[in-house]
């Protein structure tokens, strides 16, 4: 071989390279794209559970009352004595999260 036909074969591989690369790239940047998005489905629900959580539980006490989710989360006092399972008369955001997981299906 001589160096023309080397230097052909060098910049033809580094073409390739750089087209492998591009096609990676393009196939790869959308995979992470959707399974971040994917991963960050469940947080906003979680983060808007604890956020009205939050503004509910005047007190701050980490429990919710009756009267506070009357106030504060209607759809919680809708279910309070279910979430409620065993009577305490507070719910929790961990008792929320389970009862609504137990029924959504």
Same mark, same amino acid.
């Given at each position: 071989?001589?160096?023309?036909?080397?230097r052909f074969f060098a910049e033809k591989e580094m073409k390739l390279k750089h087209v492998c690369l591009t096609l990676a790239a393009t196939l790869v940047v959308p995979f992470v794209f /959707? !399974?971040?998005?994917?991963?960050?489905?469940?947080?906003?629900?979680?983060?808007?559970?604890e956020n009205r959580f939050a503004a509910a539980d005047t007190?701050?006490?980490g429990k919710l009352t009756l009267a506070e989710a009357?106030?504060?989360m209607?759809? /919680? !006092?809708?279910y309070f004595d279910q979430i409620d399972a065993t009577h305490k008369g507070y719910v929790?955001?961990?008792?929320?999260e389970q009862f609504f997981a137990q029924h959504r299906q």
């Open positions: 071989m001589n160096f023309f036909t080397t /959707v !399974a971040s998005a994917v991963a960050q489905g469940q947080r906003p629900l979680q983060q808007e559970l007190n701050h006490d009357q106030a504060g209607p759809h /919680v !006092a809708k929790t955001v961990a008792d929320i």
